[in-house]
């Protein structure tokens, strides 16, 4: 195998080789995601969707990356998916509670296969839901996409923030400023950090071999947020609802390649 090499900012660049090996990654975690989705509706627990999800990651021979993950003094994260509900924005612990009709859930996990990781999240409905709840779905998967078709090489980083953040902010909501996403690889964060906001022509430049995971998050009130006293569930301040959606992006020689979705595609 090629290994990867670092540019002099500490970011790897990925052989073909090695991104091979995170579409497989990736693969595992958009079948995954088909698999929890199926089974969202008003009753089910978080518990029994974060069992849903380990059972088959481990069952195709892959890993859960975020069980046992710590992150500063954090207790290791028990589970295999954080399940953030309503005004929960990231890093839910699953467990007990039972999701009720008009609800939203966001949902993000990662999988390891052959030593690489891919890592994604979505927010949907549990049965009915507001309009206003709707609209922040809509819009939070729109930001991520508009993210993704400025990965290009050549570009920058903050070509993507400012994407994010002018469409989000275009239609009213809040963009988190403290939770951003980040380079993957064999690490399931790595350089570069790729925030959600930023100015255009800025930050580390895109070249191809890159691989990065975008992840906006939006909330309907205001960017500002807390953690709760579990030391992982992150809320909204104002406790308005937040949206989150992420995907795996390839940087390679015929563009964009998305690598945690069931289809695969370009930009």
Same mark, same amino acid.
């Given at each position: ?22 579409? /497989? ?30 059972? !088959? ?11 046992? !993950?710590?992150?500063?003094?954090? *207790? ?16 839910? *612990?699953?467990? =007990? ?8 859930? =966001? ?12 890592? =994604?999240?979505? $927010?949907?409905?549990? %049965? #009915?839901? =507001?309009? #206003? ?6 819009? $939070? ?5 508009? /993210? ?6 050549? %570009?920058?980083? /903050? ?19 403290? !939770?951003?996403?980040? %380079? ?12 959600? !906001? ?49 995907? $795996? ?19």
């Amino acid at each position: 195998m090629i290994l990867s090499r670092k540019n002099p900012s500490g970011i790897e660049i990925k052989s073909a080789k090695e991104i091979e090996l995170m579409r /497989g990654a990736g693969q595992v975690v958009a079948d995954t995601k088909l698999r929890v989705k199926e089974a969202i509706r008003p009753g089910i627990t978080t518990g029994e969707l974060d069992r849903i999800a380990e059972d !088959y990651i481990r069952s195709v021979g892959a890993i859960p990356s975020f069980k046992g !993950y710590k992150a500063g003094g954090n *207790i290791p994260f028990s589970g295999t998916i954080c399940a953030s509900v309503n005004e929960e924005i990231v890093h839910g *612990i699953p467990g =007990s509670r039972v999701l009720l009709e008009g609800d939203i859930l =966001s949902v993000d996990f990662g999988a390891i296969l052959q030593g690489f990781h891919g890592d =994604s999240a979505f $927010t949907m409905g549990v %049965g #009915e839901i =507001s309009e #206003e709840a709707l609209r922040l779905i809509v819009v $939070t998967r729109e930001s991520l996409k508009r /993210g993704i078709a400025q990965v290009k090489a050549g %570009g920058r980083i /903050g070509d993507i923030s400012h994407a994010v953040q002018t469409y989000a902010e275009s239609q009213g909501f809040g963009v988190v400023r403290q !939770y951003v996403g980040h %380079g993957i690889g064999r690490a399931l964060h790595e350089e570069p950090q790729v925030p959600n !906001y930023g100015e255009a022509g800025r930050g580390p430049l895109l070249k191809k071999g890159m691989t990065i995971a975008i992840e906006p998050m939006l909330n309907v009130g205001g960017w500002e947020t807390e953690q709760l006293k579990d030391g992982w569930t992150v809320v909204t301040a104002d406790r308005s609802l937040s949206a989150h959606f992420e995907d $795996t992006v390839a940087i390679t020689p015929k563009g964009a390649e998305v690598l945690t979705t069931p289809e695969g595609y370009f930009f």
